[in-house]
């Protein structure tokens, strides 16, 4: 019965836990805008606590960056503009999803050198053997088969 | 021979860029306002709301931005080393009181010391973004020309300040004098 209770306590505490946010200010009245609003939101990393968004934190920093957000918008800002307002004050760090540059470089491009290091290498080993075989057949070929 | 070189290479590769990381704090960073004019302000003074304290009336000698706060317990571990910065006479250190209490913020001042040469009221947070600023205790060191010198993340300590402060307030002092 406890046990019971636990289990549909909880599956209320999930469902009614996602719908939980800490945007006390009101919505957009535009749907189009609110969504703008939220996607934006999720593109800014809060700096204080640093592996999430501004949308997901509720440190006074991030509440802070959301009504900078409202207020850009409001003003008619375009997302480029909300973006470059907080990169001139953050930095890149401020982009929740890195851009390319000179540091980072290095990043973007590892898996593809990586590939070309391992599948060089493969194809090198793979000709070696082959050519290795090769030669066993030719030399000894004949007891074998 | 290259059997063993290269993954050895490799290794001592990778050893030395980890123990780099290990090093480095991943929670502080970068500062794009280095090297770059200091934002503008003009923000009513903590203990006189009357008064306006303004970037504009700062320059001509390098000064200090120290972002503090009651509810900051970084900023009460470094306000000793404030109180001896201050006396050193070194470069005027003005105070952004970052969301805070007024009330509460004068009573620290009170009862602590007072470091700063003026305590500037950011209360709803707008000036500290132009800053990028992030934590309190920041400390921002700008020069006579209002360019952002260095920004030290973290509670201040006398180290730091020999360190990365004191020889970067005598380069902009002796080049201010140059330009002069």
Known sequence: MILRRFVIGLALWCVIGGTWAFDSEAAFEDPVQQARYERLNRELRCLVCQNQTIADSTAPLAADLRREVREMMQAGRTDAEIRQFMLERYGDFVLYRPRMNATNLLLWAAPALLLLIGGGAAVRFIRRRTAEVDEDDTGSGAGRA | ?180
Not at chain 2, 18 to 27: A, C, H, T
Not at chain 2, 62 to 79: D, F, I, Y
Not at chain 2, 124 to 153: M, N, S
């Open chain 2, 1 to 180: 021979m290259w059997r063993y070189a290269l993954p050895l290479a490799l290794f001592v590769l990778l050893a030395v860029a980890l123990r780099i990381g290990l090093e480095r704090d991943p929670s502080v960073v970068p500062s794009p306002l280095i090297g770059r004019p200091a934002p503008e302000f003009s923000l009513p003074s903590l203990q006189d709301p009357s008064y306006p304290i303004a970037t504009a009336e700062l320059r001509g000698a390098p000064w200090l931005l120290n972002v503090w706060a009651t509810w900051c317990v970084g900023c009460r571990q470094e306000h000793d080393v404030l109180l001896q910065i201050a006396a050193q006479n070194v470069a005027p250190m003005i105070g952004l009181n970052w969301k805070d209490d007024n009330g509460g913020a004068r009573r620290w001042l009170a009862e602590l010391g007072n470091p700063y040469a003026a305590v500037a009221e950011d209360r709803e947070g707008r000036v500290a973004i132009d800053w990028g600023v992030y934590g309190a205790p920041e400390t921002f060191l700008i020069g006579a020309d209002g360019t952002v010198l260095y920004k030290h993340v973290a509670p201040m300590t006398l180290e730091i300040w020999r360190t990365e402060f004191l020889p970067r307030i005598e380069l902009a002092r002796r080049t201010a004098e140059i330009g002069r």
